[in-house]
């Protein structure tokens, strides 16, 4: 039975023309002025404004962006309030996931950017998940999906989510991601998934985290593979449930001359790939706090994947009026 996309594009609505519609330019300049007025008043008020308030609005705002980022996505985030150097003033950062780049299977999709257009290998399958799969084939050249990773595409330092859909025809051991030297997903005999990353620790010492479920990859099915980290931990989840998560404290280790392999030829997966998508970690603007308020030290805010709070510390401020 084939599987299609529903047609997300909606048609754009317009309303009836009508030869009263519009401003007069007497209206605008007198909307314009008001604007002007309140934007004045606003600023003077927010000049005079408590700082205890201001930061209390930024952090508010970084803190529902986070909450929104984990409900929406699945992930862990994270808002973290710094203290300045030297005389700069403290920031307010949320630490949110951000898409880099999806491979689907349709024929003759456009891309932007030759630098994001893959090498395919493999059979195209009608019948995909959301539409067009692909299966390795014996005698591939390549492997399923093999891509020169662009780095101002996917900057997985500060962390990523790669997430790929499969459909497993039978057991056996083969390589879903292949990324040296930052990460490799495999799975067993039994399709029980074993994940090796790549990452450099605070202290700056590189490691490597191994992590393996205890649990198989079901049979026949449809699943969504989904293996991340975010620089705290590393963790494999399948539909939305963990299987597996190790502390992984530091940054990812990207290359500048990484490659992608997807289903490699030398050990490709029994079945059927559909999207692969990757996503990566990023730091919103930094929001600056009025200059008085300088916290003790470095405080997280952390939500788990549906959102909910893990850790509200209750901050604490340098004293900028003692004499210590």
Known sequence: MQHNLPDRRS??????????????????????????????????????????LIFGSILAGERRAAQMTARAEGVPTEV????????????VQAHLLQPAIVFHFEPQTPVMDERMRPELGGEDV????????????????TALVHWAV??????????????????????GSCVVIDMPPLLEVRLDQNLRPDV?????????????????????????????LEVGADGNSLWLSVDGRDFARV???????????????????????????????????????AQQLPIELQPTRAFR????????????????????????
């Open 11 to 52: 048609p754009v609505l317009r309303a009836p023309q009508s030869r009263s519609a519009g401003f007069t330019l007497l209206e605008l300049l007198a909307v314009i002025g008001v604007i002007s007025v309140l934007l004045g008043i606003g600023i003077g008020y927010i000049g005079k404004t408590d700082p205890d």
């Open 80 to 91: 973290i309030v710094r203290p300045g150097l030297e005389a700069e003033p403290a920031i």
């Open 126 to 141: 009608v019948a995909g998940r959301f539409g067009h799969a692909r299966r390795s084939m014996p005698g591939d050249k």
């Open 150 to 171: 662009a780095e101002e595409v996917v900057d997985a330092r500060d962390g990523f989510v790669m997430r790929v859909d499969l459909y497993l025809e039978r057991r």
């Open 196 to 224: 090796r990353m790549s990452m450099t620790e605070l202290g700056g010492e590189k490691v490597r985290k191994n992590m393996k479920s205890e649990q198989s990859l079901p049979l026949e099915r449809w699943v969504t």
């Open 247 to 285: 502390d992984a404290v530091g940054s990812p280790e990207q290359t500048p001359e990484m490659v992608l392999d997807v289903s490699p030829k030398e050990s490709p997966i029994p079945g059927l790939v559909d999207e692969f998508r990757i996503m990566v970690f990023e730091y919103a603007a």
């Open 301 to 324: 805010f952390t939500y788990d994947k549906r959102g909910e709070p893990i850790d509200a510390p209750t901050i604490t401020w340098v004293d900028l009026d003692s004499d210590s």
